[in-house]
């Protein structure tokens, strides 16, 4: 099986995959021990054509590839799209576009939450992939044929997928609701976002606005320590140990030392002189302008049968209109409505999730309609006034 490792070779598989509407995308890398991808193979196909390329090639220029990925007359199709565009923006800056990402348009399409490539190619094609090479080490050279038959398959039955989804969606005329979809995943902000806001990421209960001030500090040290070494955020600093020192405030070497989560002599370091500066500057910081503590949510009382009823009634629309649940609303979506109703200002009050799902919702939640056994079956009434 042919590897493209040359210029010339990479710019006539392009030229010809630019003829197609279409060309199917998928990469192989490894990122365990570093902060950026490691890009090690690049996968593409359309109709009668097939690429692989080997990015680690000495001299290989991605050039074409990247222009392919811009050129707004081919459809750029993946499955699970994320950390593939990741690759994409950071390597080649820029965006892909247009795009259409397979498990987004199978649960719209009714094909559950987030499923996977392989059950999605055995639904719609009968194939049944095999996915023994998937964590193999894409780095190693020369890449085995199994290997590259795996790498191929990701594309390959790729095509007909896609033909099916984008059939269902026209004929469902629900082409509209994955464009919703694509406008978010093509968004730069999705892949770039700024280190002031890498706190964010971080699952911590905090009690005082020190604390914030804290962690919002060393979180955005982390991530531009990880990001200019290219090291994953967890080399610099675990997780854990940000929050024990927004709760411990240490201000000197010694403080440090005595904290759990920090390596032994790490105190020591030169990474550690930089974070106790980064500390005491938020410790610096006068009263009246430290960060105000993000406001949790609080259902109000009897919210939350409201909610169970909400869920219901999700389902029955799902079932209804053959897409995933989690397409329409989320867990947190159906809290916030119930508890707020029109007030909420959540994704599935907002574009086709409100037509399909919102209104209803509302509708419940006032008293317009309500839920009821039927015959066996659960159905959806209104209410008289």
Not at 101 to 127: E, N, P, R
Not at 187 to 192: F, I, K
Not at 282 to 299: R, V
Request: some cysteine; charged content about 30%.
């Amino acid at each position: 099986m042919h590897v493209i490792t040359t210029q010339g070779e990479l710019e006539a598989a392009v030229k010809t995959l630019e003829q197609s509407d279409f060309v199917t995308v998928d990469t192989e890398f490894i990122r365990e021990t570093t902060f950026w991808p490691i890009l090690c193979l690049i996968q593409m196909a359309a109709p009668g054509v097939t690429a692989l390329v080997d990015p680690l090639a000495p001299g290989l220029d991605l050039k074409p590839f990247f222009a392919l990925m811009a050129n707004e007359k081919v459809e750029k199709v993946f499955h699970a799209a994320r950390q593939d565009i990741e690759i994409i923006v950071h390597l080649g800056d820029l965006m892909p576009n247009p795009v259409f990402d397979t498990q987004v348009a199978a649960m719209v399409c009714g094909f559950g939450d987030s499923v996977s490539y392989d059950q999605l190619v055995q639904k719609i094609t009968g194939a049944r992939l095999d996915k023994s090479s998937r964590f193999t080490d894409w780095k190693y050279r020369p890449l085995s044929q199994k290997q590259l038959e795996y790498a191929l398959a990701d594309v390959t039955h790729l095509i007909d997928v896609y033909k099916h989804l984008k059939a269902e969606l026209d004929r469902e005329n629900r082409a509209h609701w994955l464009n919703e979809e694509m406008r978010v995943l093509t968004s730069r902000e999705t892949y770039d976002p700024h280190p002031d806001d890498a706190w964010k990421r971080l699952k911590m209960r905090l009690r005082k606005p020190q604390e914030l001030a804290i962690v919002q500090a060393v979180a955005a040290w982390r991530e531009r320590e990880a990001r200019e070494r290219d090291v994953p955020r967890g080399r610099i600093l675990k997780d854990d140990a940000i929050y024990e020192i927004a709760q411990q405030a240490p201000r000197d070497a010694e403080a440090l030392a005595r904290l759990r989560s920090t390596p032994k002599g790490w105190d020591r370091s030169s990474s550690a002189a930089a974070l106790l500066a980064v500390v005491n500057a938020a410790l610096s910081i006068p009263k009246e302008q430290m960060p105000k503590l993000p406001k949790q949510f609080q259902p109000p009382e009897g919210s939350n049968a409201a909610a169970e009823l909400l869920k219901v009634l999700l389902r029955l629309i799902a079932e209804k209109e053959g897409v995933a649940t989690k397409v329409l609303a989320s867990s947190d979506d159906i809290d916030q409505i119930a508890a707020q109703g029109e007030a909420a200002d959540v994704p599935a009050l907002h574009g086709w999730r409100r037509a399909v799902f919102g209104d209803q919702a509302l509708r419940l939640v006032r008293g317009d309609i309500a839920i009821r056994f039927d015959n066996r079956r659960i159905s959806v009434f209104d209410v008289k006034p």
